[in-house]
């Protein structure tokens, strides 16, 4: 669910990231499970990025430079 924040700014309404263990399952499978379940949800880099405030500004200016260099990148057919 996307939500708009203050500002204009686009936040995804995210909920905990649960995973069961099935029967007969070792903690280690368990484990594996939720890391993956973690890194697909983009838990740990939404965490670091909201770990410092960052001005508008700033954050505008790295969307500008990061397009501005996938543009760049696709010029030269990568």
Do not use: H
């Amino acid at each position: 669910m996307l939500r708009r924040a203050r500002g204009g700014g686009v936040y995804r309404k995210r909920m905990a990231t649960v995973v069961k263990a099935k029967q007969d399952e070792s903690p280690d499978s368990v484990i594996r499970r939720f890391k993956k379940k973690v890194i697909e949800n983009e838990v740990l880099t939404e965490l670091k990025r909201r770990e410092y405030y960052r001005k508008p500004s700033v954050e505008r200016k790295e969307r500008r430079k990061e397009l501005e260099r996938l543009r760049r990148r696709r010029r030269e057919g990568f």
